[in-house]
């Protein structure tokens, strides 16, 4: 058993870094979830108008010249049609108020025309060709409708009309999607109208119109502002901020510049660098076998250089540590501090940057993802295999004897990962 | 005095007019700005205050924690400011002295408002971590996840003392979860790799040539609503529509009724109006929809940038201002920096981390001691008394400085604070066949060498300190008599 205080420590951090990872996890749920609707067949209350593009193109034949008014009362005609039936399914609900099973059509019904309306709107937009093929659909559509409309008051239509033409007129034409929504709406069990799957027709999405506007202007702006951030540096402003910082400084009346919390994390992340190359030139210079005096000199040299470094950065971390230290700790009411910058170095951060990534195929795609959380994953580990060493050689050490099932624990905990352990074997001497 | 003033007036006046619109512009490109008379009233310490500490606080808090701290109370928010800007190092303790509701202090504000900007890029850092993400995107590197926020409280408090196999469950458990974040990552990936396949040609932006998940998704369901959206598009911000928006006449009824409320209020928007891409919904509808709240978002972000492209112009003006305002300013007594009244506790885990530099430093010091006092010794008793006369210390000179310039270069690697060339941060994910070279843009291919080359550190890292334990639990392992220890293959 380890002692208490050590114990709370490792559950501590072990469980932070699976709570870290099943955050991680979460997240990438969520947009599989999504990533997976989208493959799959899109829903009819979410189907776009391509179908109804495609569509109309196989039923052309229908086109009965009798029946067919000119092509703008037709437009009006299933603009009002469309209303009557929200009437009625309107009607429908508040009649069956009780019946919660009816609330979930109606809304399925509704969702079918607004979707449709607005989804179908990008497509249309190159699609003039499909409308002229698509009125053959209001002669169905209409006759499908007369009997639900009786029922409702007359003197509403030509406003109706209108007010349907008004609004609609700015855009393209689009009768298309709205006769597609009755097929959907009227009958209750929907007739499953050609489904739409992004692999087939994918290529024929378009977004809206007001959505690509804002969207380049985005763009734009971002490369503009990128692009003026460097000039900053050689002109006049840049020399009227030092100064003011400078003159911030002087009135402050303290000596020199205060170290802030993100500058120590820098400078020890700093450090932590130095030390690492320190020992990779210390380990070049232990393994060169030096062939002449002069080699050998230098290879002296050189190790007794790094060590003077080597002290030197031991004692600036001491100067840190002291400074760090005598700060007195103040109470505050809200207790979190705000959060240090990353050490990935750069005065910008981990933010968003409008350069794009491109990439050529799913491998690799799959080769930079996997690389990243391997680099995170072994980044955890270092500081895991770190903390459990601080925790555990100590105990290992301290008892005496040291218990066997303790040391072989450890052993498997530092050296392997957790992943093999060793064996221990009784070497009897009586035995043989 | 009349002389005078005719004289500063001309200068005064091509000034006068500048700077209200270039504080205009500041204020518009940060998030909660207040008006521009507040910074003016502000110079001479008019009260103002609070107005100016909420938006320290807007700006200095971690993002994260927006939504919750939206609700602190001022003087919470006052503390949190003062501890953020000693963090960060602001020089004035008169911040500090300030009183604790929140009341006076606006020039002080002022000042560590212009503190902040003279700094650091803030208004585009912010606009950056606020922006509307339309695209998959995907960081270049882990700085993100490794700098872990803080001491969380660990829901899981081991009560009492724990048996070392607990400690090896959790480490288990966490290699399992792990791998199911790996296997689930590379599903993703492939899931992306189709959508953006199959919606080719589809964006109006040449350079992206495809849709993103956020994008296409949209598209299958503009409503979305609660139920959420991919991507990290975002979550749905208050529905307090601009003035902008609103036609200003009643909307007259008309037969067609709301798809979603089933009112019969659906008016005609006025062309060109983002409420266009809902006609046949009401406006209060049309509002709450996912489609058209990522559209205000955009056109947000975008009146945003305009405004910081504004201030980058004409930012000069500002920063002439803020002289006169520190001016203004009385000078701070050296002898009142006597005990600040508050400081922050600098995060405990940047103690820690001190702490295992400054223990691996001295094991290295060690290591290093002990490898030149050999190495000495054994040159000494090589070369022993024998001077080697002129030629001898002449190159023994050359040497040395060989190896003081090596050690300098080596000391400047470190010390010299690595470039802006390395891209960091989230980028957008494009899907491109063509070999043809990027320029501007980042290449998968250069992102997976540079993760290479840490993976390699990383894991030689891993792979010394592991070695280390290895050799301690031989000692340790030494003491104990009469036993054979088998360690595990090495697979």
Known sequence: MLPADCSRRLVAELQGALDACAERQLQLEQSLRVSRRLLRTWEPAGTLAP?????????????????TPGPQDLKELELLT??????????????????????????????????????????????????????????????????????????????????????????????????????????????????????????????????????????????????????????????????????????SGRPGPVLSAAEVEAEVGRLQEACSLLRLHMKEELSAAPTDWTQEYRCLLTLEGLQAIAGQCLHRLQELHAALAEQPVAPCPVGRPSRAPPPCGGGAGPFWSPQLLLYSSTQELQTLAALRLRVAMLDQQVHLEKV???????????????????????????????ERFLTVLHDDPADS | MGRRRRLVDPAAEAGAGALPKVIAALSRSLPAGPSPEIFRRAKFDRP???????????????????????????????????????????????????????????????????????????????????????????????????????????????????????????????RFRWRCLIASQQEQCTLL????????????????????????????????????????????????????????????????????????WVSAHPPGSLLEMQPSLCTSCALGCFAFQLLRRLERENTGLEAALEWRRGELVFWRWMDTVLGACPPEAPAAATQPTFLPRIAERGLGRLELAARELRALQEELCEATGRRRAAW??????????PQWS????????????????????????????????????????????????????????????????????????????RQELARLAGALPGLIWILPPRC
């Open chain 2, 394 to 469: 002449s190159a023994r000179q050359a040497l040395q400085k060989a190896v003081e310039q090596e050690l300098a270069a080596l000391r400047w690697a470190w010390e010299q604070d690595r470039g802006p060339a390395r891209p960091h941060g989230p980028h957008r994910l494009v899907r491109c066949e063509d070999e043809a070279p990027g320029g501007q843009h980042l290449r998968a291919a250069e992102v997976i060498q540079a993760l290479r080359s840490q993976e390699a550190c990383l894991e030689a890292a891993l792979r010394r300190l592991q070695g280390q334990c």
């Open chain 1, 82 to 251: 469309q209303a009557l039936k929200k009437a009625v399914l309107a009607r429908k609900v508040t009649s069956k108020a009780g019946e919660r099973a009816k609330a979930p059509s109606l809304k399925s019904g509704s969702f079918a025309t607004s979707p449709g309306m607005t989804a179908s709107t990008p497509s249309w937009a190159p699609g003039q060709a499909g409308s002229c093929a698509s009125e053959a659909k209001p002669t169905r559509g209409i006759r499908q409708t007369t009997v639900p409309a009786k029922g409702h008051p007359e003197r509403r239509l030509p406003s109706a009309g209108n007010r349907a033409r008004v609004g609609v007129g700015a855009r393209a034409t689009r009768p298309g999607p709205g006769l597609r929504d009755q097929h959907v709406a009227l009958s209750a069990a929907p007739e499953a109208p050609e489904s739409f799957t992004l692999k087939e027709k994918g290529s024929l999405l378009q977004l809206p119109t007001a959505f690509r506007k804002a969207a380049s202007q985005n763009s734009r702006l971002w490369a503009q502002l990128t692009s003026a951030q460097p000039r900053d540096s050689t002109n006049a402003t840049a020399a009227a901020k030092t100064y003011f910082l400078q003159q911030m400084q002087t009135a």
């Open chain 2, 193 to 264: 790799s189709k959508i953006h396949l199959y919606t080719r040609g589809c964006h109006s932006d040449q350079r992206l040539g495809h849709l993103s998940v956020a994008e296409t998704e949209m598209l299958r369901d503009p409503e979305g609503g609660q139920q959420g959206c991919g991507g990290g598009v975002g979550q749905s911000l208050d529905l307090a529509y601009p003035k902008s928006l609103h036609s200003g006449q009643v909307p007259e009824a008309s037969g067609m009724m709301c798809g979603w409320c089933a009112c019969g």
């Open chain 1, 388 to 418: 459990l060493m601080a925790e555990l050689l100590p105990l290992v050490s301290s008892q005496e004897p040291p218990s066997l099932a303790l040391c072989r624990a450890v052993h498997s905990l530092l050296c392997e990962g957790g």
């Open chain 2, 380 to 389: 000494e008793a090589r070369v022993g008394g024998q001077g080697r006369g």
């Open chain 1, 51 to 67: 179908e109804a593009r495609l569509e109309p193109e196989t039923k052309e034949e229908d086109h009965s010249p009798a029946c």
């Open chain 2, 48 to 174: 103002e205050a609070p107005a100016l500490w909420q938006l320290l606080f807007r700006l200095l808090s971690p993002r994260s924690a927006d939504g919750a701290s939206a609700s602190l109370a001022l003087e919470a928010q006052v503390c949190l400011v003062k501890s953020a800007l000693r963090s960060q190092g602001y020089p004035r303790l008169v911040l500090a002295q300030l009183p604790e509701d929140g009341s006076r202090g606006s020039r002080e504000l002022l000042l560590a408002l212009s503190w902040l900007l003279a700094r650091g890029p803030l208004p585009e850092q912010l606009l950056a971590q606020a922006h509307v993400q339309l695209g998959d995107e995907i960081p270049v590197c882990e700085c993100e996840a490794l700098a872990s926020p803080g001491p969380r409280v660990p829901h899981v408090e081991a009560e009492g003392p724990v048996d070392i196999r607990c400690v090896q469950w959790l480490m288990g458990r966490l």
